[in-house]
């Protein structure tokens, strides 16, 4: 079992070792994740922002305001990827390109959630809906998004409970390796060794941060 871990652990440390450029920088995976944790964040808050956003599109629409005039009076409450991603596509069409491919060409690369809200309103604006229309089409979509909302925040709710567990577990698992060690000289050994401060304890604390962030994950994908 040792021997496998072994080799496992080496064999990992070579592919690693190929993969990464020659030429990379130490720092070059910092600055990734922080650019992936800025792009996380961006798109929670277009999340969090969409329901605002298109009730503001909605009365709006019902004011009689065109399309384009309720997209900006409601970039001012959208925010992160879907804040960005409306502006570009309100500066274009200032520019004479057409509203619907103006929304069009902000969707690449969006999130989700701000692709889908984008999707929606290059239908509306290609297939050049009345007011009354857009007032419809979006209420239906909010209803549609509330409920689902409501749904996701009661799914989360009755996981609580779970998500509490595996975080209690990860925090008695490391504590009871440290009782152990200290009350068998034997496994105290055996952690304190080249192995067992190369393979064991890191393999231990790999396991933890990937069960942790595995149950993260069936929450959120749960919750969407």
């Known amino acids: 079992m040792i021997g496998v871990l072994a080799i496992a652990t080496c064999t990992a440390l070579v592919v690693l070792a190929i993969v990464a450029p020659s030429g ?79 929304l069009a060409a902000s969707r690449p690369g969006a999130g989700d959630v701000a692709d889908a809200c984008l999707a929606e309103l290059e239908l509306c604006a290609r297939a050049r809906l ?35 567990q595996v975080w209690v577990l990860a925090a008695i698992v490391p504590g009871l390796a440290l009782y152990l060690a200290a009350m068998s000289p034997t496994l105290g050994e055996e952690l304190r060794s080249p192995i067992g401060r190369f393979v064991f304890i890191p393999g231990g604390l790999l396991f933890e941060i990937a069960g942790l962030v595995l149950s993260r994950r069936i929450v959120e994908r749960a919750c969407r």
Do not use: C, H, Y
């Open 130 to 164: 009345p007011s009354d229309r857009v007032a419809a089409f979006v209420e239906d979509k909010l209803s549609t998004l509330r409920f689902e909302r409501e749904l996701a925040s009661d799914l989360a709710a009755r996981t609580a409970g779970q998500r509490f």
């Open 24 to 102: 990379a920088r130490p720092a070059a995976p910092l600055f990734a994740l922080q650019a992936r944790r800025r792009q996380r964040q961006a798109r929670r808050a277009a999340a969090a922002s969409l329901v605002p956003t298109l009730e503001t599109i909605l009365a709006a629409s019902r004011a009689g305001l065109p399309l384009r005039d309720a997209l900006a009076l409601a970039v001012d409450r959208a925010r992160g990827d879907l804040e960005a991603r409306l502006r570009s596509a309100l500066a274009n069409e200032a520019l004479g390109v057409a509203l619907a491919d103006a």
